[in-house]
């Protein structure tokens, strides 16, 4: 195998385990000196930036402290909004973890978007990360507005935009998103600006 091969390899046995933002920097789509870079062109202060680090982190902690593996759940935090998407096996699974993330401070609301459902596979996780991707690249390709302005999160091909944005970012968003293939539906859960 050829020594350029390598990375490709890396990649392809790490892309289900990296989020959308590693995959970005990984790919060489986003270049720049890392969270600076991110933090200097986001919408959010930098103190609610790192509030939404700390959210994301806190909450991973507790619901794996509290449900082990019996859930998967993801948390997403964008201007102290929280999305849960992932799945767990019963309702009272899935509000435990909700009340979970609500108890950790500076969260302002929770969307809870945990399916009742076995936990998805490992292919279906690559495939979801393989469509974010695909809509961030898009989104860069568009010009229409600054990429790190709006989250992409999919789950089971479900298309979650988050963000600080004009409603117009928002359709052009939604609309890049819904011809994206893959994408089974969109749901904003934007905060807007005007």
Known sequence: MKNSNWGWLLLTLLLPALSGCEVLVATGIITGVGTGLAVSE???????????????????????????TNVHANVTSFNRNVLLTGEAPTEAMKKEVENLVKGINNVRNVTNEIT?????????????????MKIKGRFL???RFQINHIKVVTESGVVYLLGLVKRQEAESASEIASSTSGALKIVKVFEYLD
């Open 42 to 68: 986001d919408r959010r202060t930098s103190g609610t930036f790192v509030e939404d680090e700390g959210i994301e982190l806190k909450s991973a902690k507790y619901i794996r402290e509290n449900l082990g």
């Open 116 to 132: 009742i459902a076995n936990a998805s596979s490992l292919i279906s996780r690559s495939n979801d990360t393989l469509i974010t």
């Open 141 to 143: 390709d568009s010009g």
